[in-house]
């Protein structure tokens, strides 16, 4: 990391709003800097402008949730090397107590402080639009728009001393909304260097862009008429997750950005006749460039005007709902973008607000800025950002990118993990980044039981998923990211031949005991440019000219089928608790993602995901699409996703054989690229008879129908693979087949 910079803001304004960072200390207490009133408060007047009162460490951390009364070292009763870090698990639980407990005495609990939306920002009252803003580098402020032209002397803002700032626009002589909907407004602030700048509100909940006038996005008043309705509630999410990852400006065949209304129309019933039961949508928060997939947010209340207006995002999520579909929304607290104009950075004119200051406060390869995580009020933002989301549009879940660059002081950046516990809780860690998303997942499932949150983190911290009480992170899955990093390094570097049946299986199980996973071959990460599909590893440049079955089934184009049916199979049967695909993979979408940008003319070619390839009956993509929906509908009946029992009976380098049992299913593979072998004999734990469930070389998936699903395989009691019996079975060379057990 770069050094840290010196403050460009006034050291006298810094000083006076001296950021609320919860004290490792024992024996004192932050002070509250919300100035929100909450009736109720036990111990603080309603206008929470002075200190609590001072109390023993021991009754303070004690609070009112029995919950997590204990000392956040119940993770360590089953993993004993945990136990070197005994200290560590007690302060950091302190922490998230001292938290906790900080916000009930100040706020009036962490349902309260975490409604910031419905305070902060623009608002529609009896009397008129109120607008709250945190701004405390600001030496003066004032709401402009459309609506008083654009005159800073019209409409100021009044500050209190812990740096918020509000007024009211009353309404016209008529009792009419003085602010009309669709109109423009900005926040003028006049910093503490005396310039006066324009921001767009922090708390803006629709943002829209006009290239005719300016690339710069605009704050829009959003205040329609009727606002929707849901008809659907929403829904708890399944043990067995089949998540179907999807970003809703590329979900079309067209060279162009999709919109909501086309997602729910065209989108969503394909996902249902797929059968996975998730969606999880990505670059929905505000982001300026396009290009950037999302992750370099500039409005985290908006959703992308890009795609349609939030109405249509509530529609979408009601209509999955009706489906059985839950809805994941891809969550970007790890960092913002660093635009000034119309993001956050700067906001109030100082290098710090919402962010660290210096170089703490920056990602150096992101090139964006980084949030202070121990701010009270900035951990208002981000929990009522949380809040925000579900409560306003209905969403059942969180996946939180960017996890392992929160979580340590280096972001990650030139830093093997190696998974030595000294590397996890000896230094490296950000402890307010971590109590933060400690914070976040207490209240995602305090308040919302059976909420989803998952991590995308590549560092395998132990006790990720764990739970808060116990003493863990919190979140319910992590993503396995070594899963199809491993497939690409098979299919770049290894023959077929040389593969190795006992690393295929161990990468697939190494996951730690008691934390749940999402596995997947490929996501987003894979198909973006500089990287290839698992289809296009396999097939390559004949995917052009073969792949219509109206010319020669050549040996790249079946070898590369049978071999993307077998690799989801695996990765789908063994490696995790949770399966994931990202849009268009499911059926071998060929090329890679692109988007519109300077270095390739803005073009929306590689932008898209062409859906009509396999509605075209004479493209053998239609194959791949059946294969997959027959695995997700084979899960649904079996669910060997939630499974407890898993066991690998044979891993066979020679034979290239790889078998397991789960789900009550006998999972059999040839990975070999030649051999075939007749009467094979597999250890198999259920005595009884066998049939086929699911083939790889069925005639329907593009196979050469070599196992017959009416074959009956009996179990003969005697011991093989350490099992109790075995059958005996044909396989085919690179075939899969799932055998269902009756007693």
Partial sequence: MPAKKKSTSGSKAKQQDNPLSISSSTQDLAESHSGISTPGSPTLQDNFTGPPTRVTDSSYLMGSDPEISGDGTDVIKTDGYLEDHRAYFGQRFAHFKRWVRDIELNEGGIDKFSR??????????DEGVSYREWAPGAREASLVGDFNGWDVAANPLTRNEYGVWETVVPNTESGEVAIAHGSHVKVSFVTDKGERVYRLPAWSRYVTQDLSKSPIYESVFYNPPHKYEFKHKRLVPPADLRIYEAHVGISSPEARVATFKEFTQNVLPMISDLGYNAVQLMAVMEHAYYA????????????????????????????AHSLGIVVFLDVVHSHACNNVEDGMNQFDGTDHCYFHEGGRGRHELWNSRLFNYGHHEVTRFLLSNLRYWIEEFGF??????????????????AYGFSGHYNEYFCGNTDEEAVVYLMLANYMCHKLYPGFVTIAEDVSGMPAMCRSVQEGGVGFDYRLT?????????????????DWSMDHIAHQLTNRRYQERAITYCESHDQALVGDKTLAFWLMDKEMYTNMSDHTYLTPVIERGIALHKMIRLVTCGLGGEGYLT??????GHPEWLDFPREGNGSSFHYARRQFNLVKDENLRYKYLYRFDKAMMHLEQQHKWLSAHDQWVTLKHEGDKVLAFERGGLLWIFNFHPTNSYTDYRLGAGWAGKYKV????DDHEFLGQGRI????????????????????????????????????
């Fill in 116 to 125: 910031g939306y419905e305070r902060f920002g623009l608002h529609v009252t």
């Fill in 292 to 319: 950037s997939f999302g992750y370099q947010v500039t409005s985290f209340f908006a959703p992308s005007s890009r795609y349609g207006e939030p109405d249509d995002l509530r529609e979408l999520v009601d209509t």
């Fill in 396 to 413: 059942d879940g969180f996946r939180f990118d960017g996890v392992t660059s929160m979580m340590y002081k280096h972001h990650g950046i």
């Fill in 708 to 743: 017959a699903h009416d074959t009956e395989h009996f179990s003969t009691p005697m011991e093989w693979n350490g099992r109790p019996n075995f059958i005996q079975v044909y396989l085919p060379a690179r075939t899969a087949v799932v055998l269902r057990h009756f007693d």
């Fill in 481 to 497: 990211m070594s899963v199809p990093d491993m497939w690409i390094k098979l299919l770049k570097e290894t023959n077929d031949e």
């Fill in 693 to 696: 469930a699911l083939s790889t």
């Fill in 582 to 587: 990202f849009e268009g993979n499911e059926f």
